[in-house]
Nanobody, 117 residues
């Protein structure tokens, strides 16, 4: 079964940074819109940022605009989420999602980010 794989989560102090990776082996990311989502305990899953790997266009939710940056390395079939100025409110499990109209959704299993105060 095709599934993207997230990595890069961990424990970081307030104000710190992390870079998450979404390895999409078996996919051609040019063919997909790729998004990063997160789900904090007791909360609904929240969309954070999206990229069209084909043309590089990006979109950010207000909650992360100016702090997070999404990018892709098409040769490596990998999408990144650079997260800066982290706060405890960013503590969540972060998920990668690949979507197109032909194939639908593919979700990874998530990577946990914990920001200590």
């Amino acid at each position: 079964e095709l599934q993207p794989v997230e990595s890069g989560g961990g424990l970081v102090q307030t104000g710190g940074s992390l870079r998450l990776s979404c390895a999409a082996s078996g996919f051609t990311i040019d063919d997909y819109h790729i998004g990063w989502f997160r789900q904090a305990p007791g909360k609904e899953r929240e969309g954070l940022s999206w990229i069209s790997a084909r043309d590089g266009s990006t979109y950010y939710a207000d909650s992360v605009k100016g702090r997070f940056t999404i990018s892709s390395d098409n040769a490596k079939n990998t999408v990144y989420l650079q997260m800066n100025s982290l706060s405890p409110e960013d503590t969540a499990v972060y998920y990668c999602n690949l979507w197109n109209a032909q194939s639908g959704d593919y979700w990874g299993q998530g990577t946990r980010v914990t920001v200590s105060s």
